[in-house]
């Protein structure tokens, strides 16, 4: 079994990644890339926007649960650490697409990017959820 001093570092090391995650999914989201020759890159991967938009929400809400566990030392429960994360991913997936839509010339805001955000989010919480089972490697409570 791990130890606790190996997932919770002194320093808040979630918190830092899971703030960092989130500039560079805004930044990601919203710079012009149309300067950049992504051709020659290219690997004509079916729905890999989906995919990119998948694995960044559910990255933030696996950080963003490690990250309200090493803020509120455990005092937040289990359960309710997972609902705001998931919500809060809804919401800014929600937020990102609407500031594509509205003020960036040259990003679209798509519904079906706000869907691949949800999905990622709610599978990051799904996979913290097994982490913190009876299954897992850890406990929420130590």
């Not at 808040?12 to 950049?36: D, E, H, K, R």
Request: with cysteine; aromatic share 20%; hydrophobic share 50%.
């Amino acid at each position: 079994m791990l130890t606790k001093s190996l997932w919770v570092p002194k320093k808040p090391f979630f918190t830092i990644a899971f703030f960092i995650w989130l500039v560079f999914v805004t930044y990601s989201s919203l710079a012009s890339f149309s300067g950049i020759d992504t051709d020659s890159y290219s690997f004509n991967i079916p729905y890999a926007d989906k995919i990119v938009h998948f694995i960044f929400y559910s990255t933030a809400a696996f950080l963003g649960v490690f990250s309200l566990r090493e803020q509120k030392k455990w005092s937040v429960s289990k359960r309710k650490s997972f609902v705001l994360l998931f919500v809060f991913t809804v919401i800014f997936g929600i937020i990102i697409e609407v500031i594509q839509y509205k003020f960036t010339t040259n990003r679209e805001g798509d519904i079906l990017d706000a869907l691949a955000n949800s999905l990622g989010g709610l599978i990051g919480v799904l996979v913290c959820n097994f982490i913190f089972s009876n299954k897992g490697l850890l406990k929420w409570d130590t």
